[in-house]
């Protein structure tokens, strides 16, 4: 008895890791450019738009987010970002959330990778113009234009 309950869960487990790994290959990868306007004392706010391209087409983006801590920003960022584990355009759209640290005077670099609710993931990189002292949590919002 023993033998077949656990040479049934053996199978069950090897089932199911085929269906994650056959999930994740399907899940298909896509192009963001995003151009974002930052202002910040303490709390701040961020505004902007971009575009998704995904299987050859393009999709119009909002960009919106919130940001608390120690901050003193007024930038404008431009990023672009690869986009993986996204099926369809509209599983850009969602919360976005990062911790980090930065420090930008004039020009500088940034870099982050974020998350939202469906596994859709944006490795961003990007360049700023302005000052941005911080040390923050931010999170970004991303909707489909409509």
């Known amino acids: 008895?023993?033998?077949?309950?656990?040479?049934?869960?053996?199978?069950?487990m090897m089932l199911a890791g085929l269906m994650v790994g056959q999930m994740s290959a399907h899940a298909g990868t896509g192009q963001?450019?995003?151009?974002l306007v930052k202002a910040a004392f303490i709390v701040g706010g961020t505004g902007g738009k971009g575009t998704l391209v995904l299987d050859g087409r393009s999709y119009p983006l909002s960009i919106?987010?919130?940001?608390?801590?120690?901050?003193?920003?007024?930038?404008?960022?431009?990023?672009?970002?690869t986009v993986k584990n996204i099926n369809r355009p509209e599983d850009i759209e969602g919360i976005y959330s990062a911790?980090?640290?930065?420090?930008?005077?004039a020009a500088g670099g940034k870099a982050a990778v974020m998350v939202?609710?469906?596994?859709?993931?944006?490795e961003l990189i990007g360049t700023q113009l302005g000052v941005d002292l911080s040390v923050n949590l931010e999170g970004l919002s991303i909707a489909l234009r409509r």
């Open 64 to 81: 919106g987010g919130l940001s608390a801590g120690y901050q003193l920003t007024l930038s404008v960022v431009n990023l672009q970002s």
């Open 32 to 35: 963001i450019s995003m151009e």
């Open 116 to 122: 939202n609710a469906k596994g859709v993931t944006l």
């Open 99 to 105: 911790a980090g640290a930065g420090l930008a005077v």
């Open 1 to 12: 008895m023993r033998k077949r309950f656990a040479a049934l869960a053996s199978a069950v």
